[in-house]
């Protein structure tokens, strides 16, 4: 009789623990995150930004009234233009300039050309002596040095001769020094 009872006992709880799994399966995250296996995050659309605190400049301010908006808040429409048209958000509003401000931009010197950017970035591109990975990778071997080296000995030797006779400094070949011949695998490797 007790080995029946036993039976029954693991059986119920089988079928328990099964009909769980069975109805943890059916549900739609609600169960996980009932007991914390998935998180919630935020959606990133209904987030809205607010102003920073910050301590007006002057303390005889009105405080505000309770409801009105925040005059540092933009409106939903602004932010939208914004968004849609970054240009809005960097264009600063026209204010007129203090004296001080104009006598600095007066002694700055005179306006830069709208242009300016594409000039630096022509000048950047042309004198930029370091070349890129793919250059390096193409163009392995170095260019052959067409530089001619003179030999100063035997140049001096000639302009003292051309001197002793009352020649020209440029009557005669000029002697330059003759680079050694590379082999073939050095010639290969510019070694």
Do not use: H, Y
């Amino acid at each position: 009789m007790n080995q029946s009872r036993f039976r029954q006992r693991i059986m119920a709880a089988t079928l328990l623990a099964g009909g769980g799994l069975v109805l943890a399966g059916c549900d739609s995250g609600g169960l996980s995150r009932t007991f914390g296996l998935s998180r919630d995050a935020p959606d990133e659309f209904t987030v809205t930004t607010r102003a920073p605190l910050s301590m007006p400049p002057d303390f005889t301010l009105r405080p505000p009234r309770p409801g009105a908006p925040r005059p540092q808040e933009q409106s939903s429409q602004r932010q939208a233009e914004e968004t849609l048209v970054p240009q809005t958000a960097l264009a600063t509003p026209q204010t007129s300039s203090t004296p001080g401000e104009q006598a600095l931009l007066e002694q700055a010197g005179p306006a830069v050309p709208n242009s300016i950017r594409q000039e630096i970035n022509k000048d950047a591109s042309v004198d930029s002596g370091d070349p890129s990975f793919v250059n390096k990778l193409l163009f392995w071997k170095k260019p052959q040095t067409t530089a001619v080296l003179v030999d100063p000995q035997k140049e001096s030797q000639r302009l003292r001769t051309n001197a002793a006779l009352g020649d020209g400094t440029n009557n005669g070949e000029t002697p330059i020094i003759q680079p050694p011949r590379k082999g073939w695998l050095q010639s290969l490797f510019n070694w």
